[in-house]
């Protein structure tokens, strides 16, 4: 019975690898994705330094443009400065949260700021991923123009660049420009059994 199973289950595997290898002979394209992380649950911005540092472990020239969180001290961005800023420049051009700064006119400003530096970097071929955290906040209350921003991913980003755009509410628009896009949805939260964020796991 169990070299029956064992047979029947290699089989079933010989069959879904065939099938498996046919769709992979057929996707033969590169290119620089424009890929979004959205959505009410964890892990947006986590992801998207996920891939951050498997650009520093492969040796490929990245950056960080952080548009809302504040001068906080956070696990990635410590060790990125510390150990890899010849690999990855890091920009935190945020002051923090809307509800903690209250000045629409400053955050308006900084995240004008935060743009222009993000487009230098993008248009920097030599920059394999740029990583563009939370600015879906800054494109929901209206701090940047989405034409603009979806006008520059379509015309200007080099053609092998990969930007990462993270953050709550993406733009419409901005879903239907992008390569890859991933929805972190809320299932369950420790936030609301009033347990506060936490070193290692939020920051």
Not at 15 to 42: F, N, Q, S, Y
Not at 48 to 65: K, T, W
Not at 107 to 134: G, S
Request: a negative charge; charged letters at 30%.
């Amino acid at each position: 019975m169990m070299t029956e199973d064992t047979d029947r289950h290699a089989m079933k595997m010989a069959k879904k690898k065939a099938a498996r290898d046919k769709i992979m002979a057929t996707k033969t394209d590169e290119k620089g994705l424009i890929i979004v992380h959205t959505g009410k649950g964890k892990g947006k911005s986590s992801a998207a330094f996920g891939m951050i540092f498997r650009c520093i472990a492969h040796e490929m020239q990245c950056a960080v443009v952080q548009f809302i969180k504040g001068g906080m001290s956070t696990g990635e961005r410590d060790l990125i400065l510390e150990r890899f800023s010849d690999v990855c420049q890091f920009h935190t051009m945020g002051e923090g949260f809307t509800w903690e700064t209250q000045d629409r006119t400053r955050d308006t400003e900084m995240a004008q700021a935060a743009w222009e530096k993000a487009k230098e970097l993008i248009r920097d071929p030599e920059n394999r991923m740029v990583l563009l955290d939370e600015i879906n906040i800054a494109l929901r209350y209206e701090y940047l123009d989405i034409r603009e921003v979806v006008t520059f991913l379509r015309e200007e980003k080099p053609r092998m660049t990969h930007v990462v755009l993270t953050g709550r509410n993406a733009h419409d628009d901005l879903i239907e420009a992008a390569d890859l896009v991933t929805e972190m949805e809320l299932v369950k939260h420790p936030f609301r059994s009033g347990i506060k964020a936490q070193i290692g796991v939020e920051f």
